[in-house]
């Protein structure tokens, strides 16, 4: 009996211990990024618990491969829950998130601006989490036994493996919420860093800038479908201000074929078309050509920088990130306008040839993220982040309260450049679904998805220097293009000359 009950003590010891930490880490840390989680019923509630339940079980195996061997565990236990303080800080203090944005920014500001950060508050917790988690190390050295390592070091691999590639619902949530964020994230910040050096060398013939002086702003649209917009005809009034433009031409047409952010930006940005969609992971992008021609070229980013667009980013001369510490698991505000400060800015610039692009944040789900209280028009809206809580009303209403904060963003983004020789090219990743077939959002290829909205706006002197351009672009208004237009367009749209422009797929001409 004795020699049994010691045999059950050993394995219960260890295990206890394990069950211990991690059910403190999880409620102290992995909560913390489920506090602004919107949710309606008791249903949504037990989804999110049990999502929550299952970060616990994979952070479990986690804290178990630490614990294994006394001396790993007293290295990466302490450094895991200090900077997991950290972290919880910052997302309790202003809702900030671990992001390759936020690393970028940690990485290339200045120690003092980093330091400006840092509070007494954070200090304190920070000596308190070193403090606690060497005394539970202690407790490890001292009280807890893993015999047979190699058994336990398999069944702690087993359930790391298991939840982080096994169970594809999963994997998502865990790889954004700590502990696994933290290294997911620094995994995704060297990807795309990596992607960022890369050399392509696609345009190295001559492109000439054929006016002296001329803006061109393009807005990388997010999942806004064509037919929402009041100015095409949809029966809400989405767009109150478009309508009143005199110079806007909507293009009603647009065909898209990938229906992701990370597919469809890259293949917008660069030469690639149905023959030849490698192009968009192995070229450069028409911001090249727009350096070559000597035009100023910044990329003003209100999303997350991701690996198959990174490399465009970095190609303009600045690159500025706009709530960079926000993630799709975050669920305050998080609005296009703060665009309209760094892009106002960017446009004092002296030279007088200019590209500027916006990677907006547009009709991203989390809809009443992206829209402030005055734009919440069609009620009621959404109240649960679990989409199929919602009904489909609620769901179209916040989207389209979405559309009307574009419409704004837009108006503003326009009373910038208005009285400068200017051009606004806007295209929508792609679109959106609405409940088509019991479909919400863009998960799985679906025909609404492909037919996302693109207008271009342009000013009075734009208008009077290029007047062939604006009859030629009314004239195509209602033809089909798929988005490969965009690359020969807007290179069209600056009046540059170079070989890589295809005339016929310009709606300029
Ligand atoms: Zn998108």
Redesign the pocket.
């Known amino acids: 009996m004795k020699t049994s009950g010691t045999a059950i003590k050993k394995i219960l010891i260890p295990l206890l211990f394990v069950t211990i930490i991690t059910i403190v880490y999880a409620l102290v840390f992995t909560l913390s990024e489920f506090a602004d989680s919107p949710y309606s019923s008791l249903k949504d509630f037990l989804v999110l618990a049990f999502q929550w339940v299952s970060i616990a079980v994979g952070t479990f195996g986690l804290l178990y491969l630490f614990s294994i061997n006394k001396y790993v565990f007293a290295v990466t236990f302490p450094l895991l829950v200090t900077f997991s303080t950290f972290l919880a800080y910052f997302r309790y203090t202003v809702n900030a998130t671990l992001t390759p944005m936020t690393i970028e920014l940690a990485l290339i500001n200045d120690l003092r601006t980093n330091m400006q950060v840092v509070s007494w508050q954070l200090i304190f917790l920070m000596l308190l989490a070193i403090a606690i988690s060497v005394a539970v190390v202690w407790l490890r050295w001292k009280k807890v036994n893993f015999t047979r390592p190699l058994l336990h070091l398999i069944v702690a691999v087993g359930i790391i493996f298991m939840t982080n590639s096994l169970i594809p619902q999963l994997k998502r949530p865990l790889t954004q919420r700590m502990p696994y964020s933290i290294y997911y994230t620094f995994k995704t910040y060297f990807e795309i860093r990596d992607v960022a050096a890369e050399q392509r060398d696609t345009f190295t013939s001559e492109a000439v800038a054929d006016s002296d002086s001329l803006v061109v702003v393009f807005v990388i649209g997010?999942?806004l479908r064509s037919d929402h917009l009041q100015i095409n005809g949809y029966e809400r009034e989405t767009t109150p201000y478009l309508v009143k433009e005199d110079n806007i031409v909507m293009l009603t047409d647009i065909y898209t074929e990938a229906c992701?952010?990370h597919t469809?930006v890259p293949h917008i940005m660069t030469q690639a078309d149905s023959l030849n969609p490698q192009k968009a992971y192995n070229e450069q992008s028409f911001v090249t050509i727009f350096n070559n021609a000597g035009f100023r070229t910044t990329w003003i980013a209100n999303q997350e920088s991701v690996s198959t667009y990174a490399y465009f980013m970095n190609e303009c001369d600045t690159l500025i990130y706009v709530n960079g510490s926000k993630s799709v698991y975050t669920f305050d505000k998080w609005l296009d306008e703060d665009i309209l400060p760094y892009l106002e800015d960017e446009l004092q610039d002296s030279n007088p040839t200019q590209l500027h692009i916006v990677h907006s944040i547009g009709s991203h789900w989390w809809y009443n993220s992206h829209y402030t209280d005055e734009f919440e028009r069609y009620k009621p809206v959404v109240m649960s982040r679990v989409v199929s809580s919602n009904t489909q009303e609620e769901m179209i209403n916040s989207y389209d309260n979405t559309i009307l904060y574009t419409d704004y963003f837009i108006k503003n983004t326009i009373d910038l450049i208005r009285d400068k020789k200017a051009i606004l090219v806007y295209l929508s990743?792609?679109g959106e679904s609405l409940g088509e077939d019991g479909y919400f959002l863009?998960g799985t290829d679906r025909p609404e998805l492909h037919y996302p909205a693109a207008f271009v706006w342009y000013s009075d002197k734009y208008a009077q220097s290029f007047p062939d351009h604006i009859d030629n672009l009314k004239n195509n208004s209602g033809k089909r293009y798929r988005s490969d237009y965009l690359f020969h367009s807007i290179i069209d749209a600056a009046d540059i000359t170079t070989e890589y422009k295809n005339p016929q797929l310009s709606i300029f001409r």
């Open positions: 997010e999942s992701f952010t469809s990743d792609h863009h």
